[in-house]
DNA sequence: GAGTGGTCTAGACCACCCG
DNA sequence: GGGTGGTCTAGACCACTCG
């Protein structure tokens, strides 16, 4: 039996979603067990059945469990590569992989959007972008070139920050939006000559050329990136669900 | 007022989650325009608070709304490219847009597993899998070469369907393992020569090079494939969340 | 029929944000 | 202070699966 603090910490739910998460990974409840029906969770863990649900529906869209209608709630078998899918900014995996990343900027101007950039960031043709090109280093190896537009009538302010050593997101955040979901689209392309020369590579080699528009949680979008990762070093994990 | 249907029909939730999609939609209700309280829809709808939030949950984690504690519950921007996260078979893809596929099987045999594959898919190493290779043309075309490795274990039967006509998935529902999420590893790579000559394109040409593993809900592994796309043709798009 | 998850109720108290 | 969403209760009935 888990001991529940009923104040003030987390929610009950989310204590118990733990508590049922470290006994899947701690081995006690093994892959393709049956957990106890939700009413006897309710009953050890004193809650009623709704919050036992709460507890594990995040488990559930998680794919750590799952549910048979009139049968039972089992333990998933454990995906390899389980967490890839989401949302993290280069700084925040660079950090929790101890890679030394560094980046280096290449430019940074206020300019009128192209009509592609315009209708991405769903601002008026033309209308001010804050355009940043930057070089990544991972290792000291070049790997990556982003060039990031954002609307200027959003983020005026972040013309006068020193974007080498922080992420563009935790300026959006201070500007009050909090970045929630991106949408990518990629290719295999040929490396061109200015891309080629700042990634060290050859002319034609093979790059992974993304077009990502990044949104914040009221669904502005607030940033739109051409990225050019060199296809040699680099490579993109995605999970997508049914 | 909506009529709901109290018997038998869909679940109350998901016909109040449906109409306010369609108020959504249908512009009745704006971008960024606030949500009567939870309190107010329940009395409109004549249910309880609870069965309200279910119906926005949903749409809340769709990214269609999005909730401000203390606050209230407003719709959020729309974005473009919405639906491009879901897992969809190729079949259906195509099936939706009106593109002719065609599938034109280059092998089937039963082999022992690469440690690679059987890691993958969760087997012993050298373990019995099925290779089904195939090339994919969309409107004549050549599109993608796929590679893929099915455990024989749990998919015996398969080996003497046509696969020309019917999905992989179609199959693996037969035998009783729903397919609901996979994780792809994505390249940019250079066309091998045997790629080069099957996709109609010149060796060393950039490919989109990925390696997949397909689950079943319950996480059992059922396909691992390396998949190679034409770098000139073809694109993926992959919504992420934070 | 017995047990499971799926849906739903009619309340309650809390934490948060605003004027 | 008043309204909002966040959490939680103690029940209820239904739909599904299995023996």
Redesign the pocket.
């Known amino acids: 039996m888990v001991e529940l603090l009923r ?2 910490g987390p ?5 118990i979603r733990e508590a049922l998460r470290a006994e899947i990974t701690g081995g006690r409840l093994k892959r393709g067990e ?7 969770l ?1 009953a050890r863990f ?6 036992i ?2 507890s594990t529906e995040d488990l559930v869209s998680e794919g750590v469990l799952y ?7 089992f333990v998933a078998h454990p995906h390899l590569q389980r967490d890839h899918t989401k949302l993290t900014s280069f700084f925040d995996e660079a950090e929790d992989e101890g890679v030394a990343v560094q980046v280096k900027l290449l430019g940074l101007k206020v300019i009128p959007a192209t009509p592609k950039v315009a209708e991405a960031l769903d601002i008026p043709a033309g209308g001010h972008v804050i355009r940043v090109k930057t070089l990544c280093y991972v290792d000291g190896v070049p790997i990556t070139v982003h060039d990031a537009h954002m609307p200027y009538g959003l983020f005026a302010g972040l013309v006068n920050e020193n974007l080498e050593v922080q992420h563009l997101w935790r300026l959006f955040e201070k500007a009050g939006y909090r970045v929630k979901r991106a949408v990518q689209k990629l290719e295999a392309r040929e490396a061109s000559k200015d891309v080629a020369s700042l990634m060290e590579v050859k002319e034609g080699a093979p790059v992974l050329f993304k077009e990502r528009t990044v949104y914040a949680d009221d669904g502005t979008p607030v940033e739109f990136t051409y990225c050019y990762n060199r296809g040699d070093i680099y490579s993109l994990t995605v999970a997508l669900e049914r």
Do not use: C, D, F, W
């Open positions: 104040t003030p929610p009950i739910y989310i204590q049956q957990l106890p029906s939700e009413n006897k309710a004193n809650v009623s059945r709704m919050t649900r709460e549910r048979r209608h009139g049968v039972g709630t």
